[in-house]
């Protein structure tokens, strides 16, 4: 018996491509993957950020037969990204510290420094808001607040404002590019290139930045 395409397609999915993971899963991967990126700390390598932007492209077009909801991918990318982070601040309470001192991954480590240091030089709001914009630090400050006992009201109400200006803004942003443009599906696959690229940009930010303080330290 012949495999079915679709379930191939699925097992196929490419975890650091937006369109591929909208394509299998749609809007409830959307859920899933901010959830995981937010909330966990194996998730810090997943594109929430050109996830988002794709996501709202998507809206106002298709690609290879994928077309979302608006209301959905906005509900979705809220849920995710606000539960996610709420749960990394529990997993913090519970032993962050502990699991990343366990981890070997480097780019978690480095996270988990850069976390700490936004925390303590812009304070709780600003931090905690910022975080949702830089790949990997918005993964380990969640429970990098709740490991260094930040308060659960301060917490959530900053997080909530971060994460609703983060999920909501750069969705959004992908849709009015995709409004804006006509017959944007023609050029869907450079854009969303381009997003990948600029998406990677703070992350290559913050290494050159760990390198240049490993070495002025040695």
Known sequence: MAPDPSAVNQLAVNLL??????????ALGIAAILFAETGLLVGFFL?????????????????????L????????AV????????VGYVIGQKGGKTLLAKSKNKHLQQGAARAEEILAKYGYAKAIVLARFIPVVRTVL???????????????????????IWSIGVTLAGYALGSS????????????ALIVVISVIPIALELLRSRKHSASAE
């Open 47 to 67: 594109p929430g950020d050109s996830l988002l932007f794709t996501a709202g492209l998507l809206c106002t077009t298709s690609k290879n037969g994928v077309h």
């Open 142 to 164: 969640n429970p990098m607040a709740g490991a260094l006992n930040v308060p659960v009201k301060v917490f959530t109400l900053w997080q909530v404002v971060g994460g609703l």
């Open 79 to 86: 849920v995710g990204a606000l539960a996610g982070a709420q």
């Open 17 to 26: 491509d937006a369109n591929s993971l909208l394509a299998a899963f749609g």
């Open 69 to 76: 909801n608006l209301a959905a991918v906005l509900a979705c």
């Open 181 to 192: 443009i006509p017959s944007i599906d023609k050029y869907l696959l450079p854009i969303i």
